[in-house]
């Protein structure tokens, strides 16, 4: 068994983006379990198609005004 005994918490990098795609995607899902009358599932995450969240992520990280924090 493996223990944390730190975390670290760092500005995100691109190499974040898949990771932070499929955390999006299971929030979305959870939140769909929630609200079915409001949201509607994504599908399968083997069949979701990232390409506008990915694109999305990239102009944020590449904005001066806005900082993305990743937890490790």
Known sequence: MTTIDTITIRLAHRQDIGALCQLYYEF???MVQGVPQRLQSLGD???FNA???TLSLQ???DAVDVAMW???
């Open 70 to 72: 990743v937890a490790e």
């Open 59 to 61: 102009k944020l990280m």
């Open 51 to 53: 390409s506008s969240l």
């Open 45 to 47: 995450y083997e069949c």
């Open 28 to 30: 979305h899902e959870y």
